[in-house]
């Protein structure tokens, strides 16, 4: 199976949970479900949620051919490059005395940094698991990108167009660039191939043994 056709279904199902949260946040529907708050809060209604099931889904299909490897190794790669990620994202700015919590440009430059070699670290790790994840990555994102930059043009009051506290005020294109493109290609698609390379590979684990298990002795 191709990693379009891998990525369709799943892709399509996302696009739909975006606008669904959309909606939900325009019509000021429960805050547990539907967080307007600059980030998202969590809110369980929200994509990042489908990450861990879509991992061990992308991972049983490719499990068949072989393609998925060792279970391990991606689980492997993917704790170290969150890691990666504290160390250059948290650690870091904090040696230097700079908050992390804060919207600087030097702590929003080691975030993407961070969040860049993340990425790079996981894909490598997870092999075929992680050129699929990559893409379901790129499938879920863009669309977000899209909606961030209609949201921010329209002023809409939702987690798609809101600024982090204390941010600066900036210009449309900017703040697009700032709390749209820039996240959702570094830290999010690092989100997306390193936690659903963990949990692809912990389902690859299980199937493993399970096989071992069954097998004639």
Do not use: C
Not at 185 to 213: D, H, N, P, S, Y
Request: proline letters at 6%; charged letters at 10%; zero cysteines.
């Amino acid at each position: 199976m191709s990693t379009f056709r891998l990525v369709l279904v799943p892709g399509i199902i996302t696009a739909a949970v975006t606008l669904l949260r959309l909606v939900g946040e325009l019509n000021h529907w429960s805050r547990t479900l539907f967080n307007p708050d600059a980030g998202g809060g969590m809110a369980i209604v929200g994509i990042w949620l489908l990450v861990p099931i879509f991992g061990v889904y992308f991972a049983m299909k490719l499990q068949p051919s072989g393609q998925a490897g060792s279970g391990w190794r991606p689980v492997g790669f993917a704790a170290l490059a969150i890691a990666v990620f504290v160390v250059v994202a948290v650690a870091i700015p904090t040696v230097f005395g700079l908050d992390p919590s804060q919207p600087t440009i030097g702590v929003f430059g080691l975030f993407v940094l961070g969040a860049v070699i993340a990425l790079a670290i996981a894909y490598y790790g997870a092999g075929a698991l992680g050129r699929v994840l990559f893409a379901y990555g790129l499938a879920a994102r863009i669309p977000v990108i899209l909606v961030m930059l209609i949201a921010i043009l329209g002023n809409w009051g939702t987690h798609y167009d809101v600024l982090p506290p204390g941010a600066p005020e900036m210009g449309v294109w900017t703040k697009w660039l700032f709390i749209g493109v820039l996240p959702q290609l570094t830290l999010w698609m690092a989100f997306t191939v390193a936690v659903g390379a963990i949990f692809g590979g912990l389902a690859l684990v299980v199937a493993e043994r399970r096989q071992t298990a069954v097998r004639p002795a």
